[in-house]
């Protein structure tokens, strides 16, 4: 990537997501909206990137998988539930709602990548909606 276009968007640029819960223990997948995202997702939204997102849920451990085939990667992350449904009194200890938390993961990409995917012209410093 070249420094001189680089702006960050949220992940949910890119991607969407899907996740759910066993226990103490979450599953959030990833998919790219287009194949063409799909090595910067790879390079970008690893097992140290979420855990800086997650870092308040104090995952004990995290793993990712990569599905390259479907652009998708999943990761299951341990402990984060505080305990799980019918451990925790937390009102929402589902892991269906994280989701909505790894979709803010923030992902640098170059002006070229982004007229590829379509997005509107990029400021070198500008951030995409």
Not at 14 to 26: Q, V, W, Y
Not at 87 to 101: Q, Y
């Amino acid at each position: 990537m070249s420094n001189a276009c680089l702006t960050t968007v949220p992940l949910r640029a890119l991607a969407h997501c899907r996740s759910g819960d066993k226990g103490n223990r979450s599953n959030i997948s990833v998919i790219a909206h287009d194949p063409k995202a799909w090595d910067l997702l790879v390079s970008q939204v690893t097992e140290d990137s979420v855990r800086a997102v997650f870092w308040s849920r104090s995952p004990s451990s995290i793993k990712r998988y990569l599905l390259p085939r479907l652009n998708a990667m999943n990761f299951v992350l341990d402990d984060v539930l505080d305990g799980g449904v019918n451990g925790s009194l937390n009102l929402d200890t589902h892991g269906k709602a994280l989701s909505f938390l790894m979709l803010t993961l923030p992902v640098t990409l170059d002006a070229t990548l982004a007229h590829e995917l379509r997005f509107p012209p990029l400021q070198p410093t500008g951030v995409l909606p």
